[in-house]
């Protein structure tokens, strides 16, 4: 799975959206500190850079170290590249000790993780009881009835190409594995749903696709999803000038949760 990211780092960086300000609101609103956050899969920082404006410190941590490479470089961000499970003397030398950090997030990746593994990790970094563990997804762009036609069976078309994961994320993370504690003021881990938006060309679009891990698979068997066929037909659906550029609209739906009580001690 980690490897999934290694060749299209750029296409990514260019094209995938960040997130809104009303999400990092919400969920920063439930962390009663804003000290230090661990955003995990942070690939070219996409959420890491909004994090560092309301928390005092970020570690962005990646399997691949092209995705960091492309990475905004902050102050208050540290970023590392990581093995896709750490241990856990790994995890105290490169995150934090026990109980330390506020927030642990994961934007767009939480579905390629060994869950079992991850949250043992999660829960035994995060402070308790209040350390927060939000994690969230988006679905597929949207711009009008025509063009989201178009798109949707394009991407059914592409979905042999994705791995089983993905189910995941059309589930809008309904089904992800999730045993946190519903943060205050909540009765419930979510999903809770948000939207992004993003202006950008067709062109743009069509690099956002060949960023999708489906896309690279693709091409290594010997399949172009995006073929002169398919252009085609995203051309007539977007109408204009395909340098013309275009509110696209991303559904993001967030899991959210809380550290709880204290967790056995892990071994370390
Ligand atoms: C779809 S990208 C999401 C990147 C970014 N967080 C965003 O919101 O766009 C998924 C990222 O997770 C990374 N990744 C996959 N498995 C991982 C793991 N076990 N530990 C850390 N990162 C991982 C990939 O290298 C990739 O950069």
New binding site residues.
């Given amino acids: 799975?980690?490897d999934l990211?290694l060749k299209q780092a750029k296409q990514y960086w260019k094209t995938?959206p960040g997130y809104p300000q009303q999400l990092f609101d919400f969920i920063a609103s439930k962390t009663p500190t804003h000290d230090v956050v661990w955003d995990?899969?942070?690939?070219s920082g996409?959420?890491a850079v909004s994090l560092a404006s309301i928390y005092k410190s970020v570690i962005g941590?990646?399997?691949?170290k092209n995705?960091l490479e492309f990475a905004p470089k902050l102050p208050n961000i540290r970023y590392e590249c990581?093995p896709?499970n750490m241990s856990m003397s790994e995890l105290e030398e490169k995150i934090g000790t026990e109980s330390s950090i506020d927030l642990v997030t994961v934007?767009?990746?939480l579905h390629?993780?060994d869950h079992d593994a991850f949250y043992n990790q999660v829960k035994w970094i995060l402070k308790k009881p209040n350390g927060v563990f939000a994690a969230w997804c988006y679905t597929t762009p949207k711009i009008d009835d025509e063009f989201d036609r178009v798109f949707q069976k394009f991407y059914s078309e592409s979905k042999p190409y994705w791995e089983a994961e993905r189910g995941l994320v059309d589930d809008k993370y309904t089904g992800v594995k999730f045993p946190f504690d519903p943060v205050d003021g909540c009765d419930h881990t979510g999903p809770f749903e948000f939207e992004t938006k993003q202006v950008m060309s067709l062109k743009e679009l069509f690099t956002y696709v060949r960023s999708w891990s489906a896309y690279q698979t693709a091409k290594g068997k010997g399949v172009d999803l995006l073929n002169d066929d398919v252009i085609e037909e995203f051309r007539k659906a977007w109408k204009e000038d395909e340098n013309g550029e275009k509110s696209v609209t991303y559904p993001v739906y967030l899991r959210i949760g809380k550290a709880g009580g204290m967790v056995e001690q892990q071994a370390i």
Avoid: E
Avoid at 61 to 64: E, G, I, V
């Fill in positions: 799975m980690a990211f995938r995990v899969g942070t690939g996409q959420a941590t990646d399997t691949s995705q990581t896709p934007a767009q990746a390629w993780f």
